[in-house]
């Protein structure tokens, strides 16, 4: 949704002044085949959480089969994303004309912008139980791999992966929020000419990224410690 107006406040004076409301929510699985990491800092424990939509077969093999030393539940406090999602999106923008004298004129702007929650590499249905992977190893004496077999369980849930691979994001994250802002000075020249001079910048906060949570830190080569 978005408003705007302009007011002429004199001959020489003109305000610019709006505001847009944007609802951009995260996607979603439609069957709850997804899951998420929720980190407990204060008591160094983690848990995994899945979509209340999800079905009671796929949550029980979630539960007893793939993760049976890890607690599994249903978000209920969160949407079908497993986030919190926001409602207070409110950007406002705000111009600024001045005329300066017959020829000059002064323009400046300001304006909030927030991202969508989608535009960084984390989609909760790339998570067990939709993916899940396998380590096959072989045996060169007796060899357990055959063409004829396979390698493929016919019921992937039905046995717990090896190291299975998971992303997980703050269920409280935020759309990205810019601030845009710019302020110009324009003199009419002869020949039909005009000349502009502005400035134009910009100011971003929480910034979505991938943070790559289990790669060591740097060490130096004298660095004895073990960086784990």
């Known amino acids: 949704a978005y408003a705007q107006d ?3 406040i004199n001959s020489k004076l003109t305000v610019t002044l709006g505001v847009l ?3 951009n929510p995260a996607n979603y699985e439609r069957y709850g085949n997804a899951s998420n990491v929720l980190f407990d800092f204060t008591n160094r ?4 959480v899945v979509p209340n939509r ?4 796929v949550f029980n093999a979630m539960k007893d089969v793939l993760f049976p030393t890890i607690p599994v539940r249903r978000g209920n406090e969160f949407s079908d994303n497993l986030l919190r999602n926001t409602y207070n999106n409110f950007a406002p923008r705000v111009g600024i004309a001045y005329q300066l004298s017959q020829k000059t004129v002064i323009r400046t702007g300001y304006g909030i912008f927030n991202g969508f929650p989608d535009v960084v590499n984390f989609v909760p249905s790339l998570n067990p139980p939709t993916r899940v992977q396998y380590n096959l190893i072989g045996n060169n004496v007796n060899p357990t791999l055959l063409v004829s077999t396979p390698l493929v369980p016919n019921s992937p849930l039905a046995q717990a992966p ?15 929020f810019t601030q845009m802002y710019n ?3 324009q003199r009419q020249l002869p020949a039909n000419m005009v000349l502009e001079v502005g400035y134009m910048g910009n100011l971003s906060r929480r910034v979505l990224m991938v943070q790559p949570v289990n790669d060591a830190y740097p060490a130096l080569p004298n660095d004895s410690s073990n960086p784990q």
Do not use: K
Request: glycine share 4%; aromatic share 10%.
């Open 162 to 176: 090896v190291n299975p691979v998971m992303t997980g994001r703050d269920p409280n994250t935020r759309p990205d």
């Open 54 to 57: 999800q079905s009671d077969t």
């Open 183 to 185: 302020i110009s000075v």
């Open 45 to 48: 424990n983690l848990s995994i």
């Open 21 to 23: 409301w944007a609802f």
């Open 6 to 8: 302009l007011w002429r």
